[in-house]
């Protein structure tokens, strides 16, 4: 059982590049979600699914775009990256209906 | 959104020593969990916990979701109990919430 896999773990793009971080879970999970982590900040949500077709904003969804067209896969967007969004990221998911969430290793991401 | 608050934010233990970590949030919720960052980044979840309390080994939560915290009782604390601890709150819109953590070193 995989649970919650991030690719790619490490990542260093340059002003205005896009690129797209994975998440897959294998649980059957309804709900997924996309955090960034800052120094002292704690995690903070981008954006969230309650299932395929649905997605939502979170907290900081400002530069970031997703889609859920599979249970499985939540992949993270980034138009045109900017160093403020150099950060680590972390993918979660869990069943709906207060669940525990399952974290995925996170990926790091710097942008010069 | 819901303000989390974690205290303390540091806290250095002897290897055998007991500790509180606190979580308060500013409005009603429906879930609450704990999660633990190991040194290596990863998140751990130790709790799912919306009220009451659970144990599991030398870890235990207490949520009293009317007065709007949580406790976290780490006993007997060892060296692999180092990390950051935070609490993680659901709103009724399905947004979670976490705290700024909790920094724990184990000396041996």
């Known amino acids: 059982n995989a649970g919650v896999t991030q690719t790619p773990k490490f990542q260093v793009l340059k002003t205005g590049q896009s690129m797209t971080l994975q998440c897959a879970q294998d649980m059957n999970h309804e709900y997924m979600s996309w955090y960034r982590q800052d120094p002292g900040m704690g995690l903070r949500l981008i954006h969230y699914?309650?299932?395929?077709?649905?997605?939502d904003q979170g907290e900081v969804p400002n530069g970031y775009n997703v889609s859920r067209s599979t249970t499985e896969d939540f992949p993270l967007r980034l138009l045109s990256a900017a160093p403020s969004q150099t950060s680590v990221y972390f993918c979660?998911?869990?069943?709906?209906?207060?669940?525990?969430?399952?974290f995925g290793d996170g990926t790091r991401l710097s942008i010069l | 959104g819901i303000q989390v608050e974690q205290s303390p934010p540091d806290l250095i233990l002897q290897e055998g020593a007991n500790s509180t970590l606190r979580c308060n949030f500013s409005?009603?919720?429906?879930?609450l969990q704990w999660f633990h960052q190991n040194p290596w980044g990863q998140l751990i979840n130790l709790f799912y916990?919306?009220?009451g309390t659970k144990q599991n080994g030398r870890l235990s939560a207490t949520t009293v979701a009317t007065e709007r915290y949580s406790l976290l009782y780490i006993s007997s604390s060892q060296t692999t109990d180092s990390g950051v601890y935070f609490c993680?709150?659901?709103?009724?819109?399905?947004?979670?919430?976490f705290g700024t953590g909790t920094s724990l070193t184990v000396i041996p």
């Open positions: 409005d009603s919720v429906n879930n």
């Open positions: 993680a709150v659901l709103n009724t819109g399905n947004q979670f919430y």
């Open positions: 979660a998911s869990s069943y709906l209906g207060n669940q525990p969430q399952h």
């Open positions: 699914s309650v299932g395929a077709g649905i997605t």
């Open positions: 916990i919306p009220s």
